[in-house]
């Protein structure tokens, strides 16, 4: 069964920083493209990040939404299968429950929600002083 589980969420004060991590179980992640969402309270779910498959010249692709780009980063580690979220100057409009998501194929930005059919339960980040 293929399986995702985000955690790291939390409570930070603005400008701080999270990491968050998103584990796979039931299949090998480097061969899937993950992609970060959010969503925050009253708004609909958007994307956040995403991270390709490594190709077979092993190249990885990522992408970022305008509003992240230079704060957050996507990154992989194989030997833990588990994708990660680094967040660093956190604000407040970054509130909203986190969520990652698996698909074969690419990293496709802006994300399309419904080429997703693996997703974790969500993990909820809170900013505020």
């Known amino acids: 069964q293929l399986q995702l589980v985000e955690s790291g969420g939390g409570l930070v004060q603005p400008g701080g920083s999270l990491r968050l991590s998103c584990a796979a179980f039931?299949?090998?992640?480097?061969?899937?493209?993950i992609g970060w969402l959010r969503q925050a309270p009253g708004k609909e779910r958007e994307g956040v990040s995403c991270?390709?498959?490594?190709?077979?010249?092993?190249?990885?692709?990522?992408n970022y939404a305008d509003s992240v780009k230079g704060r957050f980063t996507i990154s992989i580690d194989n030997a833990k299968n588990t994708v990660y979220l680094q967040m660093n100057s956190l604000e407040p409009e970054d509130t909203a429950v986190y969520y990652c998501?698996?698909?074969?194929?690419?990293?496709?930005?802006?994300?399309?929600?419904?080429?997703?059919?693996?997703w974790g339960q969500g993990t909820q980040v809170t900013v505020s002083s």
């Open positions: 039931g299949f090998t992640l480097n061969n899937y493209a």
């Open positions: 991270m390709s498959a490594r190709s077979s010249w092993g190249v990885v692709t990522t």
């Open positions: 998501a698996a698909r074969i194929g690419s990293c496709v930005f802006p994300i399309r929600q419904s080429e997703y059919p693996y």
